[in-house]
């Protein structure tokens, strides 16, 4: 997997003046853009749309520092349509805009080109099962979130906290599959993971065809197939943030899975009653490499 990432970092230099075919190297390293994207963000700490807008604007600012050109051929030159659009983007990584940074020299945010290592982690053992699961149904109550990186997400905490405790008790007598417990499904999830972008989130149960579902709760329908399910225990939510880096800086690159298109679903094992520790497994939707 280091190889196709720095392979993807080399397509980027060689098309930061066009638009790139993430879909097209994918298929020809044998895994998908989905997983790719996923794990570009995870292990460069920014999605791969904003590192290629980095590295465009820090090329671009010789061209702009230079004054040989006009604004608008610099703009076409580096792939956008108009002196506005390439203004907007020059502004949100220099933090000026191209007239003012051409007439004062800078400053400039310069992004150097990223190179994938590999180094040795995995001291401590990963605790994970590999299931194949048939088709299931996630039930209970939904509400679009912004994505937070890390810390308690406040959208989240405000949706579960409305819910009626009599509620919880109500969709654990529903719950009849693995998963098993109450869940914190994330569905809908941008491909780069980008921070502050939308998903659904979905507190609720897992549920066979044989569950009559109440009318007042939601639904999201998964496929069936194979997951990895990961275990771990400790002070939450940092525990199960902690355990989502775990799984793409050391399990995925060491491993032949990789991720499919479909909901992270978080299921509680246990916990303490303030909830500041607990034990928690993520299930991840997976498919062979």
């Known amino acids: 997997m280091i190889a196709w990432l720095n392979r993807l970092v080399?397509?980027?230099?060689?098309?930061?003046?066009?638009?790139?075919?993430?879909?097209?190297?994918?298929?020809?390293?044998?895994?998908?853009?989905?997983?790719?994207?996923?794990?570009?963000?995870?292990?460069?700490?920014?999605?791969?749309?904003?590192?290629?807008?980095?590295?465009?604007?820090?090329?671009?600012?010789?061209?702009?520092?230079?004054?040989?050109?006009?604004l608008l051929t610099?703009?076409?030159?580096?792939?956008?349509?108009s002196a506005e659009a390439f203004g907007r983007a020059?502004?949100?990584?220099?933090?000026?805009?191209?007239?003012?940074a051409r007439r004062d020299g800078g400053p400039f945010r310069s992004q150097p080109v990223l190179r994938f290592r590999l180094t040795v982690e995995g001291a401590s053992p990963m605790d994970v099962r590999l299931v194949t699961r048939p088709a299931v149904r996630l039930v209970g109550h939904a509400a679009r979130v912004p994505l937070v990186h890390e810390g308690v997400n406040p959208a989240i905490q405000q949706h579960v906290v409305a819910i009626p405790p009599q509620e919880h008790a109500r969709l654990k007598a529903l719950g009849d599959t693995e998963p098993g417990g109450l869940l914190a499904v994330s569905a809908d999830l941008d491909p780069d993971r980008r921070e502050g972008t939308e998903l659904t989130y979905l507190h609720g149960v897992a549920v066979t065809d044989a569950v009559d579902v109440p009318a007042d709760l939601d639904v999201i329908d998964v496929d069936a197939g194979p997951w990895a399910v990961f275990r771990a225990a400790g002070p939450y939510p940092d525990t199960l943030q902690t355990l989502w880096a775990a799984t793409a800086t050391e399990w995925f690159p060491s491993n032949p899975s990789r991720l499919r298109p479909g909901p992270e679903v978080v299921a509680v094992v246990e916990r303490a009653d303030d909830f500041s520790t607990a034990t928690v497994e993520l299930w991840l939707p997976v498919e062979a490499g």
């Open 10 to 70: 080399d397509l980027v230099e060689e098309s930061l003046t066009e638009d790139l075919d993430v879909a097209r190297l994918a298929t020809t390293l044998g895994t998908s853009e989905y997983h790719l994207r996923r794990m570009f963000s995870s292990l460069a700490g920014m999605p791969l749309s904003e590192y290629v807008r980095r590295r465009r604007m820090t090329v671009a600012a010789a061209d702009v520092v230079d004054g040989s050109d006009d």
């Open 74 to 81: 610099i703009a076409v030159r580096h792939g956008y349509g």
């Open 90 to 100: 020059f502004q949100a990584v220099h933090g000026v805009g191209p007239g003012r």
